[in-house]
């Protein structure tokens, strides 16, 4: 569990997780729904990690948004239309259209995912 930024306790959980294909600077990508047990406040982060560079040198970023509850259906019915949601190198239409969502998510107003 992670700490919500909104109600301050540490309810904050990944409800589901959909893996992208790697990019040019992202070993691991994947686009999660979150939401709080607390507060009921739910959004999306993302989670990236590259393994590139010197053999101990590990990079993450994780980060959240909350969202309205209408957008977040939208996504979750997109998520529904994969068939193999933890396969980053799915070509489905869903994963094309998460690819572009997850970019901009990324420009949103985000906050660290933190334990």
């Not at 939401?35 to 990690?49: K, R």
């Not at 933890?86 to 985000?110: I, Y």
Request: proline share 6%.
């Amino acid at each position: 569990m992670f700490k919500c930024p909104r109600c301050e306790e540490e309810q904050l959980e990944i409800c589901q997780s959909f893996e992208l294909p790697p990019g040019a600077r992202w070993d691991e990508e994947s686009l999660q729904m979150i939401a709080c047990n607390s507060c009921e406040s739910a959004g999306l982060a993302v989670y990236q990690e590259s393994r590139r560079g010197a053999s101990d040198e590990e990079s993450v970023h994780h980060e959240g948004a909350f969202l309205p509850m209408k957008e977040l259906m939208t996504v979750r019915a997109t998520l529904l239309l994969c068939p193999e949601p933890s396969n980053g190198r799915c070509g489905c239409a869903a994963h094309k259209e998460l690819r572009g969502l997850t970019d901009a998510v990324l420009l949103k107003k985000l906050f660290p995912m933190k334990r």
